[in-house]
């Protein structure tokens, strides 16, 4: 196949970089790498959580025939990976000059280039069209055009067993990442993908999502991620994918993110979505206070959601919930009321550490700046956020005393159990509040979970930032 040109008649060389996928196989690298091959594009992939790059010189940036590339894409999903992708971004400036071309991919894109001048452009979609011109091809001019229904290419990445693992029942599984939407129905004030997709959400045709599926099993994998940001975004189309996948394959399990206002409104399928291999969901708590699940633009109260974990439970489906405890509206009441509500609801085992670090971010045009009533401060370029304080400079203390303990859980040096006894400890202390004394239960490790642990709203750890500086 002859090598693809851009409109000013110069091969295009690429170089795609993933940071962070929530420990997943990036299916945005396997993507690209589809829309690359069938457009006769020379290319290059580089999962930097997996194969960890330094980019301190121009061999990190050279591809397989040692050329450098003439584009680079990040690809910035989420936080996390901005801070790291924007480190490479600029990196790869000082580095190779003028000469390249630097691509923000993904939700994160519009923060990315107004946090980094390293960056040429920002794009939230990888349709191929769409890439294909951010490189400067005309798609219609392309050697040949990428199918709709092509598999994602996944050839050139790390196994999936360099990836994030089911542990359940005391095995591990080999773990696939797919997704059925493309967007979401809902607005929630503090999350990034309303600024790109403004409510509305894509169904992916099931037999797309179907192939997929297939070609993980083939891989090796046991266990699917289903990564939309609302796994009931479309409930019609979710069931019948869950429903034919367990059909081909009945020993396929698989975990899903779910709002709590979807577990009590659709409260009549989790019975049959148990029975089809539904071992956990993710599910966006964010906080056990009204007041801030309002601010949030949340959709559910603090009794919604211990109806969504009494009704979860009931059909043997366990609730990993993520949290927002750090917001400007947090006060101390609130945040002992969110600790204990973790005892009080045996939560120890479904909850990371990390997500008790949480602080707010208010990135580029967030939702949560229309709160008028609360002040916000200068765009951070560095921390991808508008700057915010508490009223209480002590819960601001706490948040950096819980980050460092989040830290030392997800390093191996404190077990989950004693990270959270530890945090409870110190946020009476921090509050000069006599410690309520609680007996707590040791781990016994039996709930279902990915062996990855940070999530994408967390700030990157020491050592992901210390790799590349």
């Not at 993904?106 to 107004?114: L, N, R």
């Not at 055009?145 to 990836?163: N, V």
């Not at 859980?409 to 077990?415: E, F, Y």
Request: net charge negative.
């Amino acid at each position: 196949m002859k090598t693809q040109q851009n409109s000013a008649g110069k091969t295009v060389r690429v170089l795609a970089v993933s940071t962070y996928e929530l420990g997943h196989q990036p299916l945005v690298l396997a993507r690209l790498a589809s829309i690359f091959k069938s457009s006769g594009i020379d290319y290059e992939l580089c999962d930097n959580s997996v194969e960890r790059r330094s980019f301190t010189s121009e061999e990190d940036f050279l591809l397989g025939n040692r050329l450098p590339p003439t584009h680079i894409v990040i690809s910035v999903p989420m936080h996390t990976a901005t801070r790291l992708g924007n480190e490479i971004a600029d990196r790869a400036r000082e580095t190779l000059g003028t000469s390249v071309e630097i691509i923000a991919l993904g939700v994160y894109s519009k923060v990315a280039i107004a946090s980094s001048d390293s960056y040429n452009l920002a794009i939230s979609s990888d349709d191929s069209d769409t890439i294909l011109r951010a490189l400067g091809i005309d798609p219609g001019q392309a050697s040949q055009r990428p199918a709709a229904a092509a598999l994602p290419d996944r050839s050139t990445l790390p196994g999936l067993q360099s990836y994030a693992h089911l542990i359940a029942d005391g095995e591990k599984q080999l773990v696939g990442y797919v997704e059925t939407t493309v967007g979401c129905a809902h607005m929630c004030r503090h999350c990034p993908i309303p600024v790109v997709f403004h409510g509305r959400f894509k169904a992916i045709p099931s037999k797309v999502v179907l192939s997929q599926i297939d070609q993980l099993y083939q891989e090796g994998a046991r266990h699917i991620t289903f990564g939309d940001p609302d796994f009931l975004n479309g409930p019609t189309h979710s069931l019948k994918v869950a429903r034919a996948m367990h059909e081909a394959h009945p020993d396929m399990t698989f975990d899903a993110t779910v709002k709590v206002e979807h577990v009590l409104e659709h409260r009549n399928i989790w019975g049959e979505l148990n029975e089809l291999g539904l071992r956990f969901i993710v599910s966006a708590f964010e906080h056990t206070s009204d007041h801030i699940l309002a601010k949030l633009g949340k959709g559910h109260t603090r009794a919604e959601i211990i109806e969504a974990l009494g009704i979860m439970r009931e059909k043997g489906i366990e609730v990993r919930p993520s949290f927002v405890p750090f917001t400007p509206w947090t006060d101390k009441d609130s945040l002992i009321d969110l600790v204990e509500f973790l005892f009080d609801h045996d939560l120890l085992e479904s909850v990371d550490p990390v997500q008790l670090s949480i602080r707010l971010l208010v990135p580029l045009e967030s939702l949560v700046l229309t709160e008028t009533e609360t002040k916000f401060g200068e765009w951070d370029p560095e921390l991808l956020s508008f700057e915010w304080h508490s009223n209480d400079p002590r819960i601001d203390q706490l948040q950096l005393e819980w980050a460092s303990v989040a830290e030392d859980s997800q390093a191996g040096r404190l077990n989950a159990t004693d990270a959270f006894g530890l945090m409870r400890e110190t946020m009476y202390r921090r509050f000069d509040i006599p410690i309520p004394k609680r007996v707590t239960l040791p781990s016994c490790g039996s709930k279902p979970r990915l062996s990855e642990s940070w999530f994408c709203c967390a700030e990157p750890t020491k050592s992901q930032l210390n790799h590349l500086r």
